[in-house]
T-cell receptor, first 114, second 114 residues
Framework: AQSVTQPDIHITVSEGASLELRCNYSYGATPYLFWYVQSPGQGLQLLLKYFSGDTLVQGIKGFEAEFKRSQSSFNLRKPSVHWSDAAEYFC????????????FGSGTRLLVRP | EPEVTQTPSHQVTQMGQEVILRCVPI?????FYWYRQILGQKVEFLVSFYNNEISEKSEIFDDQFSVERPDGSNFTLKIRSTKLEDSAMYFCARDTGPGYNEQFFGPGTRLTVL
């Protein structure tokens, strides 16, 4: 069965510091991978996605993620965090069959220290 | 401009009552989804809907739930007899198209069952 694991429930970083949020997946085929961000009381905004090709993908707001098949990982990174990045981040894996549903991880809450 | 709008933004209902949550895609797409997020938990897939038919539904989507697109525009989720545990944020999403799996989420409807 497919699953997505985000091992860090909370992460706190100082503003200006670098960030890496971890995501591991379990899926039998080549996955379609996504990172979404959710600000308090808001919906889900797509940050970036990986379908195929270059394993380092760039997204919005200065985020990037790297797909590593050998480690079944798709970690999200940002070189310099801004206070406005404080939010909940969800990793998701998509299926390319009849339903195309997304399976989400449990999320990582990012806190930014001034 | 949001890709998807949802109404109402917040719905409070008594246990046992019927509720209808609405989703209006901005663009004329064929793939739609409902997800829910219980407070503090991860986003869970409920149902996918393609070409006016259910493609897949999760174990959560029991006989109390139904979806339809009655007028070819609005996409609705109906809960016939709400339970306390139905309290959650419900998100509608639409997909770019088959095989692309880039889902755009609406802002959500917060359902509170008393």
């Amino acid at each position: 069965a497919q699953s997505v694991t985000q091992p860090d429930i909370h992460i706190t970083v100082s503003e200006g510091a670098s960030l890496e949020l971890r995501c591991n997946y379990s899926y039998g085929a080549t996955p379609y991978l996504f990172w979404y961000v959710q600000s308090p009381g808001q919906g889900l905004q797509l940050l970036l996605k990986y379908f195929s090709g270059d394993t380092l993908v760039q997204g919005i707001k200065g985020f990037e993620a790297e797909f590593k098949r050998s480690q079944s990982s798709f970690n999200l990174r940002k070189p310099s965090v801004h206070w406005s990045d404080a939010a909940e981040y969800f990793c998701a894996v998509g299926r390319m069959d009849s339903s195309y549903k997304l399976i989400f991880g449990s999320g990582t809450r990012l806190l930014v220290r001034p | 401009e949001p890709e998807v709008t949802q109404t109402p933004s917040h719905q409070v209902t008594q246990m046992g009552q019927e509720v209808i949550l609405r989703c209006v895609p901005i663009s004329n797409h064929l793939y739609f989804y409902w997800y829910r997020q219980i407070l503090g938990q991860k986003v869970e897939f409920l149902v996918s809907f393609y070409n006016n038919e259910i493609s897949e539904k999760s174990e959560i989507f029991d006989d109390q739930f139904s979806v339809e697109r009655p007028d070819g525009s609005n996409f609705t989720l109906k809960i016939r007899s709400t339970k306390l545990e139905d309290s959650a944020m419900y998100f509608c999403a639409r997909d770019t198209g088959p095989g692309y799996n880039e889902q755009f989420f609406g802002p959500g409807t917060r359902l509170t069952v008393l």
